[in-house]
């Protein structure tokens, strides 16, 4: 099964508003990743948070990691249209002493004009 | 410094042909990491490769399906007898380590008609 789950599956809003996507995942991690695909494109990394860290800062993104819960959220401030994305999470997970990146479904962004 | 470079980006193969994807990481890349995406949905592991050897292969079909890294020259994804269900993208990453973020190509995108 996935490990990770992203909340909501698809998300519209206007330009300048604020987006907030979450990730949920079920075993213990080193490290959670957040990425952005644009339509029929490959994926563009955004942020690593490690295990020990509640709170990442780039730019207008924002990234926390609470986990107690096993979640993780992705705050994008002040939106723009070219926020228009597929936004994904990915943990690690263990195998035979090697990591592996596990992605979740993704939310899909949409933002109005 | 290039970014992981996968080709070809589009690829038409008839049933039963075979397909070879091919993905060159990223310069003191040593980790390579196969995806396949289905539209509108994210991505499912396949199979993660060092050089000259599969470290995790949990994703990969059992049949038909095969990848290599040799010591010199790109990643191989190879699918034999290809069927219309291997239509999909096919993405590669590449990581300087197993704990740390990933980088990936465009993608190729396989079109079994």
């Known amino acids: 099964s996935q490990q990770g789950e992203e909340d909501p599956q698809a998300l519209s809003i206007q330009e300048g508003e604020n987006a907030t996507m979450n990730c949920s995942y079920k075993t213990s991690i080193n490290n959670l990743q957040w990425y952005r695909q644009n339509s029929g494109r490959g994926l563009v990394h955004l942020i690593l948070?490690?295990?020990?860290?509640r709170e990442k800062h780039s730019g207008r993104l924002r990234v926390t990691l609470d986990t107690s819960k096993k979640s993780s959220s992705l705050l994008i401030t002040a939106s723009r249209a070219a926020d228009t994305a597929s936004y994904f999470c990915a943990t690690d997970a263990l195998f035979q002493g090697a990591q592996k990146l596990v992605f979740g479904q993704g939310t899909r962004l949409t933002i109005n004009p | 410094n290039a970014g992981v470079m996968q080709n070809p980006r589009h690829l038409v193969r008839r049933r039963g042909q075979e397909a070879r994807l091919r993905c060159s990481p990223m310069?003191?890349?040593?980790?390579v990491y196969w995806y396949r995406q289905l539209p509108e949905e994210g991505l499912k592991f396949m199979v993660y490769?060092?050089?000259?050897?599969?470290?995790?292969e949990s994703g990969m079909p059992k049949e038909r399906f095969s990848a290599e890294f040799p010591k010199e020259g790109p990643s191989i994804l190879r699918i034999q007898q290809v069927v219309r269900g291997d239509s999909a993208a096919y993405f590669c990453?590449?990581?300087?380590?197993?704990?740390?973020?990933?980088?990936f190509g465009q993608g190729t995108r396989l079109t079994v008609v």
């Open positions: 990453a590449s990581s300087p380590g197993d704990r740390t973020e990933a980088f």
């Open positions: 310069k003191g890349h040593s980790h």
């Open positions: 948070i490690r295990s020990n860290e």
């Open positions: 490769l060092q050089k000259e050897n599969i470290i995790d």
